[in-house]
Protein backbone atom coordinates (compact mmCIF):
# COMPACT_ATOMS: atom_id res chain seq x y z
CA UNK A 1 0.00 0.00 0.00
CA UNK A 2 1.47 3.45 -1.27
CA UNK A 3 1.33 6.09 1.38
CA UNK A 4 2.66 9.06 -0.65
CA UNK A 5 0.29 11.08 -2.91
CA UNK A 6 -1.00 14.23 -3.65
CA UNK A 7 -4.15 15.90 -1.43
CA UNK A 8 -6.54 17.12 -3.50
CA UNK A 9 -9.46 19.24 -1.18
CA UNK A 10 -12.43 18.53 -2.39
CA UNK A 11 -15.81 19.83 -0.55
CA UNK A 12 -13.97 20.70 2.19
CA UNK A 13 -12.17 17.22 2.47
CA UNK A 14 -8.76 16.41 1.96
CA UNK A 15 -8.86 13.41 -0.66
CA UNK A 16 -6.44 11.29 -1.18
CA UNK A 17 -6.31 11.53 -4.94
CA UNK A 18 -2.69 10.26 -7.02
CA UNK A 19 -2.14 12.18 -10.12
CA UNK A 20 -1.56 8.55 -12.13
CA UNK A 21 -4.61 6.74 -11.35
CA UNK A 22 -7.47 9.30 -10.31
CA UNK A 23 -9.01 10.55 -13.77
CA UNK A 24 -10.80 13.61 -13.08
CA UNK A 25 -13.10 12.72 -15.89
CA UNK A 26 -15.91 15.24 -15.18
CA UNK A 27 -13.43 18.52 -15.29
CA UNK A 28 -12.99 17.35 -18.98
CA UNK A 29 -15.97 18.00 -19.94
CA UNK A 30 -16.31 21.65 -18.42
CA UNK A 31 -13.42 22.48 -20.60
CA UNK A 32 -14.89 24.55 -24.06
CA UNK A 33 -13.11 22.61 -26.16
CA UNK A 34 -15.84 19.68 -25.80
CA UNK A 35 -18.96 22.22 -26.29
CA UNK A 36 -19.62 23.09 -29.82
CA UNK A 37 -19.52 25.88 -30.64
CA UNK A 38 -22.65 28.50 -30.62
CA UNK A 39 -24.30 25.53 -29.82
CA UNK A 40 -23.89 25.94 -25.68
CA UNK A 41 -22.35 28.33 -23.77
CA UNK A 42 -20.88 26.92 -20.90
CA UNK A 43 -23.18 28.39 -18.23
CA UNK A 44 -26.22 26.52 -19.74
CA UNK A 45 -23.61 23.22 -20.19
CA UNK A 46 -23.51 24.02 -16.31
CA UNK A 47 -27.28 23.87 -16.03
CA UNK A 48 -27.23 20.85 -17.99
CA UNK A 49 -24.78 19.26 -15.75
CA UNK A 50 -27.11 19.44 -12.92
CA UNK A 51 -29.76 17.22 -14.33
CA UNK A 52 -30.51 15.16 -12.12
CA UNK A 53 -31.78 11.45 -12.59
CA UNK A 54 -32.09 9.03 -15.29
CA UNK A 55 -34.56 5.89 -14.99
CA UNK A 56 -34.30 2.93 -17.61
CA UNK A 57 -37.57 4.37 -19.38
CA UNK A 58 -35.32 7.42 -20.20
CA UNK A 59 -32.64 5.39 -20.97
CA UNK A 60 -34.43 3.32 -23.02
CA UNK A 61 -35.45 6.16 -25.10
CA UNK A 62 -31.92 6.95 -25.75
CA UNK A 63 -30.79 9.30 -22.70
CA UNK A 64 -27.12 9.13 -21.71
CA UNK A 65 -27.36 7.04 -18.16
CA UNK A 66 -24.99 9.16 -16.88
CA UNK A 67 -26.86 12.28 -18.48
CA UNK A 68 -24.13 13.45 -20.42
CA UNK A 69 -25.16 15.61 -22.73
CA UNK A 70 -23.31 13.99 -25.74
CA UNK A 71 -25.10 15.42 -28.60
CA UNK A 72 -24.29 18.89 -27.03
CA UNK A 73 -20.30 18.26 -27.09
CA UNK A 74 -17.88 17.93 -30.05
CA UNK A 75 -16.66 14.41 -29.05
CA UNK A 76 -18.78 11.46 -29.66
CA UNK A 77 -18.76 8.87 -26.76
CA UNK A 78 -17.52 6.34 -28.93
CA UNK A 79 -14.47 8.85 -29.40
CA UNK A 80 -14.22 9.58 -25.69
CA UNK A 81 -14.34 6.09 -24.62
CA UNK A 82 -11.19 5.48 -26.79
CA UNK A 83 -9.83 8.44 -25.44
CA UNK A 84 -10.09 6.99 -21.96
CA UNK A 85 -8.62 3.87 -22.75
CA UNK A 86 -5.47 5.13 -24.53
CA UNK A 87 -5.01 7.77 -21.76
CA UNK A 88 -6.50 6.04 -19.06
CA UNK A 89 -3.30 5.11 -16.35
CA UNK A 90 -3.11 2.45 -14.42
CA UNK A 91 -1.46 2.53 -10.98
CA UNK A 92 1.23 0.02 -10.56
CA UNK A 93 3.79 -0.94 -7.75
CA UNK A 94 5.72 -3.23 -9.95
CA UNK A 95 6.42 -1.76 -13.00
CA UNK A 96 4.71 -2.81 -16.54
CA UNK A 97 2.48 -5.73 -14.77
CA UNK A 98 -0.64 -4.16 -16.53
CA UNK A 99 1.06 -3.97 -19.85
CA UNK A 100 2.56 -8.12 -19.05
CA UNK A 101 -0.80 -8.88 -18.74
CA UNK A 102 -2.47 -6.97 -21.64
CA UNK A 103 0.33 -8.80 -24.07
CA UNK A 104 -0.51 -12.75 -22.54
CA UNK A 105 -4.10 -12.42 -21.50
CA UNK A 106 -7.37 -11.37 -23.70
CA UNK A 107 -10.52 -10.31 -22.65
CA UNK A 108 -13.30 -12.85 -22.24
CA UNK A 109 -15.89 -11.75 -25.03
CA UNK A 110 -18.77 -9.78 -24.07
CA UNK A 111 -22.43 -10.79 -24.72
CA UNK A 112 -23.91 -11.42 -21.23
CA UNK A 113 -26.88 -9.91 -20.17
CA UNK A 114 -27.79 -10.53 -16.52
CA UNK A 115 -28.53 -7.32 -14.80
CA UNK A 116 -30.52 -4.32 -16.91
CA UNK A 117 -29.71 -0.61 -15.85
CA UNK A 118 -32.61 0.69 -13.67
CA UNK A 119 -31.58 3.98 -12.38
CA UNK A 120 -28.74 6.60 -11.88
CA UNK A 121 -29.30 9.18 -8.74
CA UNK A 122 -27.18 11.75 -8.97
CA UNK A 123 -28.64 13.16 -5.87
CA UNK A 124 -26.11 10.21 -3.87
CA UNK A 125 -22.55 11.06 -4.04
CA UNK A 126 -19.97 8.59 -3.38
CA UNK A 127 -16.42 9.94 -2.56
CA UNK A 128 -13.09 7.97 -2.30
CA UNK A 129 -10.33 8.53 0.09
CA UNK A 130 -7.92 6.56 -1.14
CA UNK A 131 -7.02 5.71 -4.70
CA UNK A 132 -6.44 1.98 -3.94
CA UNK A 133 -9.36 1.43 -1.77
CA UNK A 134 -12.70 1.24 -3.16
CA UNK A 135 -14.92 -0.79 -0.50
CA UNK A 136 -17.43 1.96 0.37
CA UNK A 137 -20.67 1.52 -1.29
CA UNK A 138 -22.69 -1.50 0.60
CA UNK A 139 -26.48 -3.16 0.38
CA UNK A 140 -28.27 -4.36 3.10
CA UNK A 141 -31.04 -4.93 1.06
CA UNK A 142 -31.98 -4.33 -2.59
CA UNK A 143 -33.48 -1.08 -1.68
CA UNK A 144 -31.14 0.13 1.49
CA UNK A 145 -27.58 1.06 -0.13
CA UNK A 146 -24.71 2.75 2.42
CA UNK A 147 -21.64 4.93 1.24
CA UNK A 148 -19.51 6.77 2.02
CA UNK A 149 -20.09 10.87 1.45
CA UNK A 150 -16.87 13.09 1.91
CA UNK A 151 -16.93 12.75 6.06
CA UNK A 152 -20.33 11.28 6.06
CA UNK A 153 -21.89 7.97 6.17
CA UNK A 154 -24.90 7.95 3.92
CA UNK A 155 -27.99 5.77 3.76
CA UNK A 156 -30.16 5.84 0.24
CA UNK A 157 -33.36 4.05 -0.05
CA UNK A 158 -34.09 3.18 -3.20
CA UNK A 159 -37.74 2.72 -2.30
CA UNK A 160 -38.54 6.17 -1.03
CA UNK A 161 -35.63 8.39 -2.76
CA UNK A 162 -34.66 9.24 0.76
CA UNK A 163 -31.27 10.01 1.22
CA UNK A 164 -30.29 10.30 4.87
CA UNK A 165 -27.26 10.82 7.26
CA UNK A 166 -26.00 7.79 9.17
CA UNK A 167 -22.41 8.51 11.12
CA UNK A 168 -20.93 12.12 10.27
CA UNK A 169 -16.90 11.89 10.99
CA UNK A 170 -16.20 15.29 10.38
CA UNK A 171 -16.76 16.22 14.33
CA UNK A 172 -16.46 14.35 17.20
CA UNK A 173 -17.45 10.81 17.34
CA UNK A 174 -17.40 8.56 20.84
CA UNK A 175 -19.16 5.50 21.85
CA UNK A 176 -22.43 5.73 23.77
CA UNK A 177 -21.84 1.75 24.66
CA UNK A 178 -18.82 0.49 27.83
CA UNK A 179 -16.68 -2.26 26.21
CA UNK A 180 -13.39 -3.27 27.42
CA UNK A 181 -10.85 -1.57 25.67
CA UNK A 182 -12.97 0.85 23.74
CA UNK A 183 -11.95 4.57 23.76
CA UNK A 184 -14.46 6.40 25.39
CA UNK A 185 -13.09 9.31 24.33
CA UNK A 186 -14.14 8.71 20.80
CA UNK A 187 -12.15 9.83 17.50
CA UNK A 188 -12.77 13.85 15.52
CA UNK A 189 -12.08 14.28 12.16
CA UNK A 190 -11.82 10.78 11.22
CA UNK A 191 -10.94 9.95 7.59
CA UNK A 192 -12.68 6.83 6.53
CA UNK A 193 -11.01 4.46 4.22
CA UNK A 194 -13.04 1.44 3.66
CA UNK A 195 -16.22 0.70 5.39
CA UNK A 196 -18.33 -2.46 5.79
CA UNK A 197 -22.06 -3.52 5.65
CA UNK A 198 -23.94 -6.51 7.04
CA UNK A 199 -26.71 -8.56 9.41
CA UNK A 200 -27.59 -4.71 11.23
CA UNK A 201 -23.77 -3.55 11.77
CA UNK A 202 -21.82 -1.29 10.26
CA UNK A 203 -18.21 -1.30 10.70
CA UNK A 204 -16.48 2.59 9.86
CA UNK A 205 -12.24 1.63 8.97
CA UNK A 206 -9.91 5.05 9.41
CA UNK A 207 -6.97 6.29 7.85
CA UNK A 208 -4.82 6.60 11.67
CA UNK A 209 -6.03 2.91 12.21
CA UNK A 210 -9.77 3.85 13.69
CA UNK A 211 -12.45 1.36 14.19
CA UNK A 212 -15.62 2.29 14.44
CA UNK A 213 -18.49 -0.24 14.85
CA UNK A 214 -22.61 0.96 14.91
CA UNK A 215 -25.61 -0.93 15.38
CA UNK A 216 -27.92 0.02 12.73
CA UNK A 217 -31.03 -0.63 14.97
CA UNK A 218 -29.67 1.70 18.12
CA UNK A 219 -29.17 5.41 18.19
CA UNK A 220 -25.06 6.38 18.66
CA UNK A 221 -21.79 4.44 18.02
CA UNK A 222 -20.72 1.26 20.01
CA UNK A 223 -17.69 0.63 20.13
CA UNK A 224 -14.30 2.73 18.63
CA UNK A 225 -10.93 1.58 18.82
CA UNK A 226 -7.37 2.03 17.37
CA UNK A 227 -5.87 -1.28 15.92
CA UNK A 228 -2.27 0.61 16.24
CA UNK A 229 -0.09 3.68 16.60
CA UNK A 230 2.50 2.53 13.91
CA UNK A 231 2.38 5.26 11.53
CA UNK A 232 1.84 3.26 8.41
CA UNK A 233 -1.86 2.18 10.28
CA UNK A 234 -4.33 3.12 7.55
CA UNK A 235 -7.65 -0.01 7.85
CA UNK A 236 -7.48 -1.59 4.06
CA UNK A 237 -10.84 -3.37 4.34
CA UNK A 238 -13.08 -4.92 6.97
CA UNK A 239 -15.71 -8.16 6.45
CA UNK A 240 -18.74 -8.78 8.62
CA UNK A 241 -19.34 -12.14 9.07
CA UNK A 242 -21.13 -15.25 10.92
CA UNK A 243 -18.45 -16.91 12.85
CA UNK A 244 -18.56 -20.84 13.69
CA UNK A 245 -20.29 -20.83 16.75
CA UNK A 246 -22.82 -18.15 15.31
CA UNK A 247 -22.34 -15.30 16.77
CA UNK A 248 -21.32 -12.14 14.13
CA UNK A 249 -17.68 -11.45 14.04
CA UNK A 250 -15.46 -9.05 11.64
CA UNK A 251 -11.81 -9.03 10.41
CA UNK A 252 -10.13 -5.78 9.89
CA UNK A 253 -6.76 -5.62 7.71
CA UNK A 254 -4.01 -3.71 7.87
CA UNK A 255 -1.35 -1.62 6.57
CA UNK A 256 0.63 -2.94 9.82
CA UNK A 257 0.89 -6.21 8.42
CA UNK A 258 -1.78 -7.27 10.84
CA UNK A 259 -5.25 -8.92 10.63
CA UNK A 260 -7.44 -8.71 13.63
CA UNK A 261 -11.02 -10.47 14.29
CA UNK A 262 -13.51 -9.34 16.71
CA UNK A 263 -16.76 -9.78 17.47
CA UNK A 264 -19.70 -7.82 17.68
CA UNK A 265 -21.38 -8.51 20.81
CA UNK A 266 -18.88 -7.22 23.28
CA UNK A 267 -16.15 -6.03 20.50
CA UNK A 268 -13.23 -8.04 21.74
CA UNK A 269 -10.60 -8.53 19.77
CA UNK A 270 -10.23 -12.51 19.12
CA UNK A 271 -7.17 -12.65 17.48
CA UNK A 272 -4.04 -11.00 15.51
CA UNK A 273 -2.41 -12.48 12.91
CA UNK A 274 0.74 -11.25 11.71
CA UNK A 275 2.05 -11.26 7.79
CA UNK A 276 5.40 -9.90 6.34
CA UNK A 277 4.04 -7.50 4.29
CA UNK A 278 0.34 -4.90 4.45
CA UNK A 279 -2.39 -6.54 4.07
CA UNK A 280 -4.49 -5.07 1.58
CA UNK A 281 -8.09 -7.34 1.87
CA UNK A 282 -8.92 -10.62 3.93
CA UNK A 283 -12.09 -12.97 2.83
CA UNK A 284 -13.58 -15.15 5.15
CA UNK A 285 -14.28 -19.16 3.44
CA UNK A 286 -17.57 -20.09 3.55
CA UNK A 287 -17.30 -22.54 6.46
CA UNK A 288 -15.06 -19.96 8.38
CA UNK A 289 -11.73 -22.43 7.73
CA UNK A 290 -9.81 -20.29 5.46
CA UNK A 291 -8.85 -16.72 5.00
CA UNK A 292 -7.45 -15.50 2.03
CA UNK A 293 -5.00 -12.87 2.25
CA UNK A 294 -3.77 -10.62 -0.31
CA UNK A 295 -1.42 -7.34 -0.15
CA UNK A 296 2.04 -5.82 -1.30
CA UNK A 297 3.07 -9.17 -2.39
CA UNK A 298 2.74 -11.02 -5.51
CA UNK A 299 1.47 -13.88 -3.71
CA UNK A 300 -1.87 -14.57 -2.06
CA UNK A 301 -2.27 -16.64 1.25
CA UNK A 302 -4.71 -19.44 2.23
CA UNK A 303 -4.76 -19.05 6.31
CA UNK A 304 -6.31 -21.14 8.71
CA UNK A 305 -8.80 -19.06 10.36
CA UNK A 306 -8.20 -20.49 13.86
CA UNK A 307 -4.59 -20.12 14.12
CA UNK A 308 -3.19 -17.98 11.45
CA UNK A 309 -0.44 -19.96 9.78
CA UNK A 310 -0.45 -20.11 5.91
CA UNK A 311 -1.56 -23.67 4.63
CA UNK A 312 -1.66 -22.73 0.67
CA UNK A 313 -0.15 -20.11 -1.62
CA UNK A 314 -1.47 -19.03 -4.63
CA UNK A 315 1.28 -17.73 -7.40
CA UNK A 316 0.75 -15.94 -10.71
CA UNK A 317 -0.02 -12.23 -10.18
CA UNK A 318 2.43 -9.62 -11.21
CA UNK A 319 1.87 -6.83 -8.64
CA UNK A 320 -0.19 -6.40 -5.60
CA UNK A 321 -3.69 -7.44 -4.55
CA UNK A 322 -6.39 -5.32 -3.50
CA UNK A 323 -9.22 -7.62 -3.48
CA UNK A 324 -10.50 -11.07 -2.48
CA UNK A 325 -13.89 -13.08 -2.40
CA UNK A 326 -15.21 -16.10 -1.95
CA UNK A 327 -17.72 -18.07 -4.15
CA UNK A 328 -20.34 -19.70 -2.05
CA UNK A 329 -19.56 -23.13 -3.19
CA UNK A 330 -16.16 -22.92 -0.38
CA UNK A 331 -14.03 -24.81 -3.29
CA UNK A 332 -13.34 -21.24 -5.48
CA UNK A 333 -12.27 -17.71 -4.41
CA UNK A 334 -10.86 -14.92 -6.54
CA UNK A 335 -8.28 -12.42 -6.16
CA UNK A 336 -8.04 -9.10 -7.99
CA UNK A 337 -4.74 -7.31 -9.03
CA UNK A 338 -3.22 -4.23 -10.10
CA UNK A 339 -1.65 -5.96 -13.24
CA UNK A 340 -5.06 -5.70 -14.07
CA UNK A 341 -6.26 -9.21 -13.68
CA UNK A 342 -9.00 -11.26 -11.32
CA UNK A 343 -7.91 -14.72 -11.02
CA UNK A 344 -10.33 -18.12 -10.22
CA UNK A 345 -8.98 -20.67 -8.01
CA UNK A 346 -10.19 -23.80 -6.97
CA UNK A 347 -8.76 -24.89 -3.43
CA UNK A 348 -8.10 -28.80 -4.73
CA UNK A 349 -5.84 -27.46 -7.26
CA UNK A 350 -3.66 -24.32 -6.55
CA UNK A 351 -1.03 -24.65 -8.84
CA UNK A 352 -2.45 -22.35 -11.49
CA UNK A 353 -5.38 -20.41 -11.80
CA UNK A 354 -8.94 -21.72 -13.43
CA UNK A 355 -9.30 -18.85 -14.73
CA UNK A 356 -7.63 -15.46 -16.16
CA UNK A 357 -10.44 -12.20 -16.40
CA UNK A 358 -8.80 -9.32 -17.46
CA UNK A 359 -9.74 -5.56 -17.29
CA UNK A 360 -9.68 -3.00 -19.78
CA UNK A 361 -8.64 0.08 -18.28
CA UNK A 362 -6.64 -0.53 -15.20
CA UNK A 363 -5.94 -2.70 -11.44
CA UNK A 364 -9.15 -5.10 -10.26
CA UNK A 365 -10.24 -3.56 -7.43
CA UNK A 366 -13.54 -5.03 -6.23
CA UNK A 367 -14.73 -8.70 -6.58
CA UNK A 368 -18.42 -9.64 -5.49
CA UNK A 369 -19.83 -12.99 -6.04
CA UNK A 370 -23.28 -13.50 -5.92
CA UNK A 371 -25.17 -15.37 -2.90
CA UNK A 372 -26.51 -17.68 -5.56
CA UNK A 373 -23.13 -18.28 -7.15
CA UNK A 374 -23.92 -17.97 -10.62
CA UNK A 375 -22.34 -14.84 -10.98
CA UNK A 376 -19.20 -12.62 -9.66
CA UNK A 377 -18.99 -8.82 -10.26
CA UNK A 378 -15.19 -7.65 -11.10
CA UNK A 379 -15.02 -4.12 -11.01
CA UNK A 380 -11.91 -2.07 -12.41
CA UNK A 381 -10.85 1.34 -10.78
CA UNK A 382 -12.70 3.66 -13.29
CA UNK A 383 -15.22 3.28 -16.18
CA UNK A 384 -15.99 -0.62 -16.11
CA UNK A 385 -17.31 -3.38 -13.90
CA UNK A 386 -17.80 -6.81 -15.26
CA UNK A 387 -20.43 -9.58 -14.68
CA UNK A 388 -18.98 -13.31 -15.20
CA UNK A 389 -21.21 -16.24 -15.06
CA UNK A 390 -19.67 -19.13 -13.32
CA UNK A 391 -21.89 -21.71 -14.87
CA UNK A 392 -20.62 -21.01 -17.97
CA UNK A 393 -16.62 -21.11 -16.66
CA UNK A 394 -16.03 -17.56 -16.73
CA UNK A 395 -16.49 -17.55 -20.71
CA UNK A 396 -19.55 -15.38 -20.93
CA UNK A 397 -19.30 -11.71 -18.81
CA UNK A 398 -21.88 -8.28 -19.09
CA UNK A 399 -19.58 -5.09 -19.45
CA UNK A 400 -21.02 -2.11 -17.55
CA UNK A 401 -19.41 0.85 -19.17
CA UNK A 402 -19.78 4.35 -17.51
CA UNK A 403 -17.37 7.47 -17.01
CA UNK A 404 -15.73 8.13 -13.71
CA UNK A 405 -13.71 6.53 -10.32
CA UNK A 406 -15.84 3.55 -8.98
CA UNK A 407 -16.09 3.98 -5.01
CA UNK A 408 -17.30 0.47 -4.87
CA UNK A 409 -19.75 -2.33 -5.68
CA UNK A 410 -22.19 -3.89 -3.96
CA UNK A 411 -25.04 -7.07 -4.81
CA UNK A 412 -27.81 -6.90 -2.56
CA UNK A 413 -27.94 -9.53 -0.35
CA UNK A 414 -30.85 -11.74 -2.82
CA UNK A 415 -28.90 -10.62 -6.10
CA UNK A 416 -31.65 -8.79 -7.25
CA UNK A 417 -29.78 -5.33 -7.16
CA UNK A 418 -26.31 -4.12 -8.15
CA UNK A 419 -25.18 -0.87 -7.14
CA UNK A 420 -22.42 1.12 -8.15
CA UNK A 421 -21.02 4.49 -6.95
CA UNK A 422 -19.18 6.65 -9.42
CA UNK A 423 -17.05 9.43 -7.26
CA UNK A 424 -16.52 12.54 -9.97
CA UNK A 425 -17.12 16.25 -9.36
CA UNK A 426 -19.71 16.42 -12.23
CA UNK A 427 -21.45 13.48 -12.78
CA UNK A 428 -20.67 11.63 -9.14
CA UNK A 429 -23.68 9.47 -8.57
CA UNK A 430 -24.96 5.60 -7.47
CA UNK A 431 -25.90 3.27 -10.07
CA UNK A 432 -28.65 0.71 -10.11
CA UNK A 433 -28.97 -2.51 -12.23
CA UNK A 434 -31.48 -4.76 -11.23
CA UNK A 435 -31.48 -8.40 -11.76
CA UNK A 436 -33.04 -9.65 -15.71
CA UNK A 437 -35.32 -12.54 -15.07
CA UNK A 438 -36.81 -14.71 -18.30
CA UNK A 439 -40.11 -14.27 -17.23
CA UNK A 440 -41.57 -11.26 -15.47
CA UNK A 441 -44.42 -10.56 -13.58
CA UNK A 442 -46.27 -8.02 -16.29
CA UNK A 443 -45.80 -10.69 -18.91
CA UNK A 444 -48.97 -12.03 -18.12
CA UNK A 445 -50.28 -8.47 -19.29
CA UNK A 446 -48.56 -9.04 -22.89
Known amino acids: MRRSMSYQAVDGVDYMADEQEMEDFGNEFADENYVRDGELGLDEYNMLTRVTDTSAAQARQGKDIQGIPWDRLSITRDKYRLTRLEEYRNYENVPLSGETMDKECKPVEKGGNYYQFFHNTRLVQPTILHFQLRNLIWASSKHDVYLMSNYLVMHWSSLSGN ?16 HQGSLLEGFTQTQISTLAV ?28 RTTYDDNAITNAIEIYESLRGGI ?54 VDSNSGKTVATVVGHLDYSFA ?53 VVAEPADFVHVYSTKSDYKKRQEIDFFGEISGVSLSPDDESLYIGIWDRTYASLLQYNRRHTYGYLDSFL
Open 249 to 302: HFMASNNDCGVREYDMEKFQLLNHFRFPWPVNHTSMSPDRRLITVVGDHTEGLL
Open 198 to 225: KDNFLVAGGFQGELTCKRLDKPGVSFCT
Open 324 to 376: SAWHPDGRTFATGNQDKTCRVWDVRKLSSPTAILKGNLGAVRSIRFSSDGQFV
Open 163 to 178: LSEILNFSGHVAPSEK
